[in-house]
Structure formats: C-alpha cells, structure tokens
C-alpha cells in the first residue's frame, strides 16, 4: 500500500464520507461515518453551527487516520 496524505485526509474528512480515503472500506470506517453522518444531521436540525463541529471532528479524524496509516508502513505492519 501506499502512502496518504494527512491533508488531502483532512480535507475529505470534513466532508465526512470522506473519510473512507483515510480507514479504507473496514468496520472502524462504517460505523465512524455513520455515527458522524446521524450526529450531523441531528445537531444539524438544532443549529447549523454544530453540524460545523461534526464535520470538524471529521477532518481531525481523517487526519488522524491518515497519520496512523503512514506510520504502520513506515514500521512495516500491514496496513488494516
């Protein structure tokens, strides 16, 4: 596998379905998009500056996982 960019996960991780680039297809992946994507669009219904924060918190987590990602290479486990 290769490398992936912590930024270009960031990015994507805003856009929450994004987030898939950083986890690939796997259950962490799923379960994060579909907890985010419900907590965005409840928030959302509340105020549209707590649906900013989801999407916040999505960035971060894509990242994150990007970062995670590398470094499992770098330390040559196979990526999950």
Not at 17 to 44: P, Q, R
Not at 45 to 72: P, Q
Request: hydrophobic share 50%.
């Amino acid at each position: 596998m290769s490398k992936k960019s912590p930024v270009l996960g960031a990015i994507l991780g805003f856009f929450i379905l994004g987030l898939f680039y950083s986890t690939g297809f796997n259950k962490k992946g799923i379960i994060t998009v579909i907890a985010l994507g419900f907590i965005s669009w409840g928030v959302g219904l509340a105020s549209v500056e707590l649906s900013t924060i989801v999407a916040i918190v999505g960035a971060y987590l894509g990242y994150r996982w990007s970062n995670e990602h590398n470094a499992m290479l770098e330390e040559g486990m196979p990526a999950q």
